[in-house]
């Protein structure tokens, strides 16, 4: 099974691909593809590891439409749907070792799910129950950034941490094509540049920077930026997950051996909506959402890896447990108490933070006993 506890050191393509051309293994027609640069890289991967790399996708795909129902019933207030962009984040998070660390913005739940985030993990922040749904030091994760590009800056920091404690841990960054317009994003990576930080720039091109379409802010492929930086980087097909994966190994290779980062383009779509509360039928075509769905990352693998019906069979309700344990998690998620919303705001209380807790719980005494 790959899975992200397995340490492999893949072999180094001889040359990076010219960022103008898309790495791809599988096609959507689920024809394998020769490619002299990357197939030694995942040489290693055989029917049985392209099985569970199909697994994971299914079930990524199974939770986020069972969260969108939640949100669609009450359950949840917002939810972000990474549907149609399951190989971008199962491929590229199959590829880390456990003491890598991961900085996400709030669409990574599939990335979350590699790295052992469990059901009620997934959704305490979006029903509103928690600050955070995890511990970052757990699984290895930080908690998503909704500010759009900041995890960038902390990703290259950490990295920066790395290299100084003399490890080969690397920090990943995911990231939209909508952030790549934020002046987070490219100050990190002149500062990754200028120190060789180890640390891989993950670009979800899913072609919407919530209704503005990438070609409106981005008049060659996002992945040129880079080299304006000194970054080398890689355009990979974000709907094969086999790309996906061998594009981040040799990222990763990079980073471990100390040449610097990596900055990764994988072009996928986004299927639905930006969160939940968008309608994209006011902006997207719909032949270009069915020319994409043409081009669906579990269909691919479906196609080449032709599994026996009990074998699907099996990982369908493997999938379904899991979003059956997410909505029972959600159920049963208890209120926070009011006054909770202070702790964990500092490492130590502050005197003005006890002065507002005090404030708040003479505030809340009034109406114990009352009517009101």
């Known amino acids: 099974m790959l899975r992200s506890d397995v340490s492999v050191s893949p072999a180094r393509p001889t040359k990076q691909p010219l960022t103008g051309d898309l790495v791809q293994l599988v096609t959507p027609d689920g024809v394998r593809r020769d490619d002299p640069v990357y197939d030694p890289v995942v040489a290693d991967v055989d029917d049985e590891q392209l099985t569970s790399l199909y697994e994971d996708m299914v079930v990524a795909r199974r939770f986020d439409t069972e969260a969108v129902a939640l949100q669609r019933q009450g359950q949840l207030g917002l939810w972000p749907p990474l549907l149609g962009q399951e190989a971008a984040q199962i491929g590229s998070a199959r590829a880390l070792r456990d003491d890598d660390f991961v900085f996400t913005s709030y669409r990574e739940n599939g990335v979350a799910y590699c790295r052992g985030a469990q059901p009620r993990d997934l959704v305490r922040v979006w029903r509103g129950t928690a600050l955070s749904g995890w511990d970052p030091r757990s699984i290895g994760m930080a908690t998503p950034q909704v500010m759009i590009g900041s995890q960038v800056l902390h990703a290259t920091g950490y990295a920066l941490g790395c290299a100084k404690d003399g490890v080969d841990s690397v920090a990943v960054a995911y990231f939209g094509d909508g952030a790549t317009s934020k002046g987070d994003v490219h100050e990190a990576m002149v500062f990754a540049a200028s120190f060789r930080a180890p640390v891989v720039f993950f670009c979800q091109n899913n072609q919407w920077a919530i209704s503005e379409p990438v070609d409106l802010q981005a008049q060659r492929p996002i992945a040129e930026r880079a080299g304006g930086y000194g970054i080398p980087s890689i355009r990979v097909d974000g709907n ?133």
Do not use: N
């Not at 996906?244 to 051996?257: F, H, K, N, W």
């Not at 029972?328 to 208890?334: N, Q």
């Not at 933070?353 to 009517?371: I, K, N």
């Open 240 to 372: 094969d997950v086999l790309a996906v994966l061998a594009a981040t190994r040799v990222a990763l290779d990079r980073a471990r051996r100390g040449d610097g980062p990596t900055f990764i383009e994988a072009v996928t779509y986004r299927m639905g909506p930006h969160t939940t509360s968008d309608d994209p039928t006011r902006y997207v075509e719909p032949s270009q959402k069915t020319a994409w769905a043409a081009k669906d990352p579990i269909a691919r693998l479906e196609r080449l890896l032709r599994l026996p019906e009990e074998r699907t069979a099996a990982i369908t309700r493997t999938a379904d447990a899991f979003a059956s344990a997410m909505r029972e998690a959600c159920y049963g998620l208890p209120d926070p108490e009011p006054l909770s919303v202070f702790d964990h705001v500092y490492v130590e209380p502050t005197a003005p933070l006890e002065r507002q807790r005090s404030q708040y719980a003479a505030y809340l005494a009034m109406f114990e006993g009352g009517d009101a």
